[in-house]
């Protein structure tokens, strides 16, 4: 599990394809600490580390995954918001995120907002359905608050720090991200298409 901070903007250093793309990330982390299969969340799927050496570390993705999220379009280059998965005792200081992502996003436009920006993304209606204002979404692994929710889109306000830290500094217009649904949200929303009353 994660909590939607990310702590290290990482960059795709080399792409192999084949049955299973292997993607080598370089990162600022100690990745003497990183133990083989370890969990690392990139730009939001959760992925397994597979091999490591000085400033780098290499994972793997499947069929399913380059295609439900933005990794098939990774290139040389690529920034990635990283995190490291959560240790018993750590602070929760996003919300509780699991790597798992349920579709993408497109960037609409950004709108500058005093020092902060707001973003708006053009979304499918069966993402909209389970985003309510003020609950929280993971976007490219970042954990955030919805600000408004209209019939196609969804807006966040992008602090300052996040647009230092984080792939949203960059973000241009027409740019898919990686959204994952809160997992509460997810739950209330297929309780609901079953036909069932959700706990009160």
């Not at 909590?3 to 080399?14: C, E, F, H, K, P």
């Not at 204002?133 to 600000?147: C, I, Q, R």
């Amino acid at each position: 599990m994660f909590t939607g901070i990310i702590t290290d903007l990482g960059r795709v250093r080399a792409v192999e394809r084949g049955n299973e793309t292997r993607f080598e990330i370089a990162t600022s982390y100690d990745t003497a600490s990183i133990a083989p299969g370890a969990s690392i969340a990139c730009s939001g799927p959760c992925l397994t580390v597979i091999d490591k050496g000085e400033g780098w570390f290499a994972v793997e993705a499947s069929a399913e995954t380059l295609s439900r999220t933005t990794l098939g379009a990774w290139r040389e280059g690529v920034a990635v918001n990283l995190e490291r998965s959560l240790k018993l005792g750590d602070e929760v200081g996003g919300h509780i995120v699991f790597g798992h992502v349920d579709g993408t996003v497109t960037l609409a436009r950004q709108t500058a907002s005093g020092d902060s920006v707001v973003f708006d993304f053009d979304a499918p209606a069966s993402l909209l359905a389970t985003l309510a204002p003020k609950g929280s979404v993971a976007l490219d692994g970042v954990s955030l608050t919805v600000n408004a929710v209209e019939a196609d889109a969804f807006s966040v306000n992008i602090i300052p720090h996040t647009l230092r830290n984080t792939t949203f500094g960059a973000a241009k217009t027409g740019d898919r991200l990686n959204l994952e649904i809160d997992m509460l949200a997810r739950y209330v929303a297929r309780s609901l298409d079953k036909g069932e009353t959700p706990l009160s």
